[in-house]
């Protein structure tokens, strides 16, 4: 999958494309919906398929501050989405004066002028160009003047998680951030994953008998809540059964937050400055202050075999 960073990435010889334009973030199965559904156009019309999106949230730019928690970082994004079949995307740096464009000139500047755009596919909501003014419905009209076609895909998909909300990244945000991994990879399609790079820590986890991976998160990632979660840890190309704590170690009063994760039976591993990918597979336990640290001792154990019964089944199903 081709990857541009701005508009002059693109190559000047560019043909005719089918187009879908969001942030994305998460890829999740309403995303999917209408990415695959690009993709499946694309190959039919026998053109390739772009996505289009955005670096840093439009949020961040246009409300200082506002930055949400990400579900995946642009490079992750990236992977999944050549998974799905994407043919390139285009990351479109989000500044103040690309958020004063109006929708007729994004129309004409990205769609139009760059991607030579066919078809263009989109959720019933989606909105663009200043103020968000631009909608489905203009995309549509514009379409007419432009020689392109627009089909809306609804991407309202159901499921248990979150009540029975329609999925999306903000219901996916929340019961990343209340510790619900099991409904976010619901959602999601696969376990939600943090990554970073391995820094040192305290060491206490060697010291116990339990050497942890202390990974640095990337900028604004969607951590979840304190507490002892089964899950993996990715590293070296291996995925390796882990028990997951996350919180500020209160047994020992911390009080950085920190992500950190035990590769099961594995004493041997030196990850010191790799970039590692943890994926949160279930929750087991809230984070507790133990009264000795034998009592810890035995509750990290109890966590441990418990975290490696809950991967092996996953890995069974």
Request: some cysteine; proline content about 6%.
């Amino acid at each position: 999958m081709q990857r541009w960073r701005g508009l002059e990435d693109i190559p000047r010889d560019w043909g005719r494309s089918v187009v879908t334009i969001g942030s994305y973030d998460g890829v999740h199965r309403g995303h999917q919906l209408i990415i695959g559904r690009a993709v499946e156009r694309a190959r039919e019309l026998g053109v390739p398929s772009v996505v289009v999106t955005f670096d840093p949230h439009p949020s961040e730019v246009v409300r200082p501050g506002s930055h949400p928690p990400l579900l995946a970082p642009h490079h992750r994004r990236a992977e999944l989405m050549a998974e799905l079949g994407v043919d390139a995307m285009l990351i479109l740096p989000f500044t103040a004066e690309f958020s004063r464009l109006a929708p007729a000139d994004f129309i004409a500047k990205v769609l139009v002028d760059k991607l030579h755009a066919l078809l263009v596919i989109e959720g019933p909501n989606f909105r663009f160009g200043h103020k968000a003014a631009g909608t489905v419905e203009l995309l549509t009209e514009l379409g007419a003047e432009h020689d392109y076609r627009v089909e809306v895909i609804d991407l309202r998909v159901r499921g248990e998680a979150g009540g029975g909300e329609p999925f999306s990244s903000t219901l996916t945000r929340r019961l990343v951030a209340e510790g619900d991994v099991t409904g976010a990879a619901e959602i999601l399609g696969r376990p939600h994953r943090v990554e970073g790079v391995v820094v040192r820590g305290a060491q206490r986890g060697r010291e116990l008998g339990f050497p942890t991976a202390n990974v640095e998160t990337l900028p604004h990632t969607a951590i979840p809540a304190d507490g002892v979660y089964a899950g993996w840890l990715h590293a070296n190309g291996e995925a390796m059964p882990a028990a997951i704590s996350v919180g500020t170690n209160p047994q020992f009063n911390g009080t950085e937050r920190t992500v950190e994760a035990y590769a099961i039976d594995r004493v041997d591993l030196d990850l010191y400055g790799q970039h590692v990918a943890v994926d949160f597979l279930a929750y087991v336990r809230g984070m507790l202050k133990f009264d000795t640290i034998d009592d810890l001792l035995v509750a990290m154990a109890a966590d441990v075999k418990r975290c490696g019964e809950l991967v092996a089944a996953a890995e069974r199903a």
